[in-house]
């Protein structure tokens, strides 16, 4: 199947994405802010689950420079972008850094172990499920459908997958809409505790529409609910300075907390 595409500039040029035109799931502002939540300096493993094209992935990538990170993508045509994206010229400089695994995120067990996951291997894991409900919106897009529609134990499936793959005290992070709070603090269970969640906010004064979670392998640490993040400011609704920094990976967006256990 021919798919139509683009390459787009993130991070101010720093790295490019090659991307489906007019069908399946197109990267930008969540992929971004799910990126600046790995922070760091010192050398790190990084599994992006459900990594589509990579943005978020070569995103850390691009601000990190120590960090080896691993594109898990079930799709085969994401996958192909993905392993586009790598290739281009432009990435040239994070492509050693980078890999893709074409593999099913739900997977448990030795089934995963078999499709390349191994256990404990990861400092940080990173993902941007299909989170709509699956009636929320109806798309004859089968590839965006796939990428945008939540299936049932959704986020049981993945966190469970997380904590497998994550080593002691790693890090997992996501970003979701809000009405999945209950879903995700109940996967985490006893695999996760230190969740700390930001809610993000289009303007001052409006509804959260969307979630940003990051919760540590095997702690016991309390739940902390985060200063809101509000995205736009000013008539123009131009991004707030620190948003913007974070879209271009100018900043990173660390935990509160500083004891992992």
Partial sequence: MTVAETVDAFHYGRFHVVQPKGTGHRSGMDAMLLA???????????????????????????????ADVLLVERSALMADFARKSIALEANAALAGRLSVLEADVSLSGRARVAAGL???????????????????????????????????????????TAGAILKPSGQLSLIARPESIAEIIAACGRRFGGIEITPIHPRAGESAHRILVTAIKGSRARLAL???????????????????????GRASYPRLSKTRI
């Fill in 36 to 66: 600046a939540l790995v922070a760091g300096e010192g050398p790190m493993r990084v599994a992006d689950l459900g990594a589509g094209a990579g943005a978020a992935g070569l995103a850390v990538a691009a601000r990190i420079a120590k």
């Fill in 118 to 160: 191994a256990d404990d291997v990861h400092d940080h894991v990173i993902m941007n499920p299909p989170f709509n409900d699956g009636a929320d919106r109806r798309t004859p897009d089968a590839l965006k459908a796939e990428a945008h529609a939540m299936d049932e134990n959704l986020f049981e499936r993945w966190i469970k």
């Fill in 226 to 248: 985060r200063m809101p993040l509000i995205m736009h400011e000013g008539p123009q609704r131009a991004f707030t300075p620190f948003v913007n920094d974070l879209n271009n």
